[in-house]
């Protein structure tokens, strides 16, 4: 792995709604830009090597550093990857939707759910949300949100973004009725 940069973000939301959210909202989004395994290489049919070599140090390289900068238990939590133009949207799912990447976030905040993920092939400086749900319950409705993420100068056209993002808590002021409500 070629690692360029790590982005570490942390926002605290103290007012929503007018009024104050205490404790403070805390997310806090990890992103390493890495050169792509698989940029200049044409079209790879197996992607297993690249995988092999890249995705677990990524997941050891970042679940740690969330949990460091939330300074609070994760109760929701996403990952991301934003691949460069030269590469292909698969390039960033292979390395985020495998165990060995998954795994490390997921044992570090005492998770079970799957991470929800968004992955697109884009310029730097592009926008993307990473979704967040609850580690442990997917339908747990407070903690479905999003966090907006932007490196002004990342994907170059053979990098990728690979990030995690960890909340400490659901939305802020969040008021909607359970799920189990309405069934």
């Known amino acids: 792995m070629n690692l360029r940069k790590i982005v570490t973000i942390v926002e605290e ?6 009024r104050p959210v205490d404790p403070a909202a805390r997310v806090a989004i990890v992103a390493a830009v890495i050169d792509n395994p698989w940029a200049g290489e044409g079209f790879v049919d197996d992607l297993a090597p690249g995988i092999e070599a890249t995705a677990s140090d990524l997941g050891a390289l970042l679940a740690p550093r969330v949990i ?6 994760i109760e929701a939590y ?15 799912s292979a390395l985020i939707h495998t165990l060995k990447f998954g ?9 079970t759910t799957l991470l929800p993920a968004v992955e697109k ?22 903690h ?8 002004p100068d990342a994907p170059h056209p053979n990098e990728i973004v690979i990030a995690l993002a960890g909340a400490a808590q659901g939305r802020p002021q969040q008021r909607l009725a359970p799920l189990a409500s309405e069934q």
Do not use: W, Y
């Not at 460091?68 to 238990?73: I, S, Y």
């Not at 996403?78 to 960033?92: C, D, R």
């Open 103 to 111: 795994d490390h976030f997921r044992r570090a905040a005492n998770a």
């Open 13 to 18: 939301i103290v007012s929503e709604g007018g």
């Open 68 to 73: 460091e900068a939330l300074g609070a238990p």
């Open 144 to 151: 479905h949100q999003s966090v907006e993420v932007r490196i």
């Open 78 to 92: 996403g990952k991301a990857g934003i691949v460069g133009l030269n590469g292909e949207i698969e390039h960033g």
């Open 121 to 142: 092939r884009a310029t730097a400086g592009t926008l993307f949300d990473i979704p967040l749900k609850h580690i442990t319950d997917q339908t747990i409705r407070s």
